[in-house]
């Protein structure tokens, strides 16, 4: 069965249709990656999976139960866990109690203890910022605040929308680097939200491409740098 | 005299505090200015007494041992506060921030009206812990014991609220929706636990001003919510909205400046005394329209 299930979605905002009809299904432990051109819906996808913005129509479902009109609250209860764009840190929190605000929702404390100890040994940065507020961390660091705050949550499946925006290609490497040994290390299922397809590519995995709220495309990210798909799907005819 | 002036600026500065702290909570999680909130103190010291229009009002709860009943206002301004989330603003909380307010000027107006039609119109004089006026001298000054009492009272309050948000899992789920509440929801953090939550400790901090008021006053008037909401409305403002050091700071700063003026003026000033004290205020707002505290909530860095 598939970990994760897309059956028909649409999202309107008012008369506007930002998704319609979209399905497909990722395998667990899978890595997906989502391109295509502003306005594609990528983001809009990723809030209607984590049940921050309604379905219009349509099911959502994880490992067979359906999510769609549960709402954010009981979505992330079930393990599901997002990185939204623009990271959105507690500014004012310390980087800690950023990490430990999704841990409401745990009862194996010890594993809680743990799960702190993984985030600070994937990102030591955040073990010597620990007591620091996290609104005085750069950029790349907020990302991996943002990374590690989504894991303390204890998912199953983690959404992570534009991981890259505003950092630099050095500081993205980085991120990618210690996602991929995230997923490994905690069998994750990810995806991911990445306007850059030859990124994508370089860091492996399947990819969809979306357009105008549909999916034109959907393969081997490695593949898709050498069709000309891409260029179909932000310069061509609109579908 | 001027241990006095400090003894007095700090009683009236921390009520003003604990009133505005009041609303500063609720703002800070769902962006609610809670109009009711003057109202919730006059329910909470109107439930001292037994419904009746007589002039003189006959205890009830205010019968209690003095813990009890302490514990037990406040814990009826909690609950208070809980229920009119529950009826009132949980059914509003999609709405805009303008239709919430106006749902708390309405709710405010009802308690107002539903206090009338049990108690009369009439303030009426309620003698509790009538010992407290005893002047107690400290060094060159007589201050009433119940003065002290507030000040130490307010402390208490402060720290305690401090640590309760600082080191418990509802203060940090408080602290983390009043910045981002959609991203705390993402994480699991449930919206009714900590509006909930918000709601009751400004309940109980309605009710701990109630007492103070009762304590200094000695009467109960249907509409004594309506003053100390305003400053502590202004408080929060000046303290710059969602801010709660910004709560407390601005409304010691506008009791200090209230007793300092009180002192100071001439004689044939001094009814105008608030004039003085609003026009201060709106130099302040000219300066810092964002107010002092400015909820300075970092903005994501790219």
């Not at chain 1, 623009?86 to 999704?102: A, D, K, P, S």
């Not at chain 2, 000054?141 to 309050?157: G, H, N, S, T």
Request: hydrophobic letters at 55%.
């Amino acid at each position: 069965m598939a970990k994760l299930g897309i059956h028909d979605l649409a999202v309107r905002y008012g008369k506007l249709t930002a998704i319609s009809d979209l399905s497909f299904t990722v395998a667990e432990g899978e890595r997906l990656f989502i391109s295509g051109p502003n306005g594609a819906g990528k983001s809009s996808l990723l809030g209607a999976i984590s049940g921050a913005v309604p379905a219009a129509h349509g099911r959502i479902e994880m490992d067979g139960d359906i999510l769609s009109g549960l709402g954010p609250e009981r979505i992330a209860r079930r393990g599901l866990s997002m990185v939204p764009e623009g990271r959105r840190i507690f500014g004012g929190l310390t980087v800690q109690e950023n990490l430990m605000v999704g841990t409401g929702i745990r009862r194996d404390r010890a594993a809680v203890a743990d799960d702190l100890e993984t985030a600070f040994t994937a990102f030591p940065i955040l073990r010597t910022r620990a007591q620091a507020p996290a609104g005085a961390l750069s950029g790349g660091q907020q990302q991996m605040l943002a990374i590690a705050r989504a894991l303390m949550t204890n998912p199953k499946v983690m959404l992570v929308d534009e991981p890259s925006l505003g950092l630099a290609p050095k500081v993205v490497d980085e991120v990618y680097d210690r996602l991929c040994s995230l997923q490994a290390l905690r069998g994750l299922t990810l995806v991911i939200v990445e306007q850059s397809s030859t990124r994508a590519a370089r860091v492996g995995g399947r990819m969809i491409l979306m357009r105008g709220g549909r999916i034109v495309a959907d393969g081997d990210a490695a593949g898709f740098a050498a069709a000309d798909l891409l260029s179909e799907a932000y310069f061509g005819d609109p579908a | 005299m001027s241990l006095q002036l400090l003894f007095d600026a700090l009683s009236l500065g921390g009520i003003y505090a604990i009133a505005a702290l009041g609303i500063a909570l609720i703002f800070g999680v769902m962006k609610l200015v809670n109009f009711a909130h003057g109202q919730f103190i006059a329910c909470a010291v109107f439930a001292l007494i037994l419904p009746s229009t007589d002039a003189v009002a006959a205890l009830g709860l205010g019968l209690l041992p003095t813990p009890l009943l302490i514990l037990a206002i406040l814990g009826f301004g909690a609950g208070l506060a809980v229920a009119a989330e529950a009826l009132v603003f949980r059914p509003l909380r999609n709405a805009s921030p303008v239709a919430l307010m106006v749902g708390s000027f309405a709710l405010g107006v009802a308690l107002q009206n539903f206090l009338l039609v049990l108690y009369g119109g009439r303030p009426k004089a309620i003698s509790l812990w009538a010992g407290l006026g005893a002047p107690v001298r400290i060094g060159p000054a007589e201050v009433p014991l119940l003065q002290l009492i507030v000040i130490a009272a307010v402390i208490a309050i402060l720290l305690a609220l401090g640590l309760m948000l600082k080191r418990s899992r509802l203060g940090l789920e408080m602290r983390a929706a009043a910045a981002d509440f959609g991203m705390a929801q993402l994480l699991g953090v449930r919206a009714n636990r900590v509006i909930s939550g918000a709601f009751a400790l400004s309940g109980a901090l309605a009710a701990v001003v109630a007492l103070v008021m009762v304590a200094q006053t000695g009467v109960a008037d249907v509409r004594m919510g309506g003053q100390i909401m305003l400053i502590a409305f202004i408080a929060t403002v000046v303290g710059g909205m969602g801010s709660l050091p910004g709560a407390v700071a601005a409304g010691l700063a506008i009791g200090a400046a209230s007793a300092l003026l009180q002192a100071g003026l001439p004689d044939a000033a001094r009814p105008f005394r608030d004039a003085f004290l609003y026009a201060l205020v709106i130099v302040v707002l000219l300066f810092r329209p964002q107010g002092l505290f400015a909820a300075a909530d970092a903005k994501p860095r790219v």
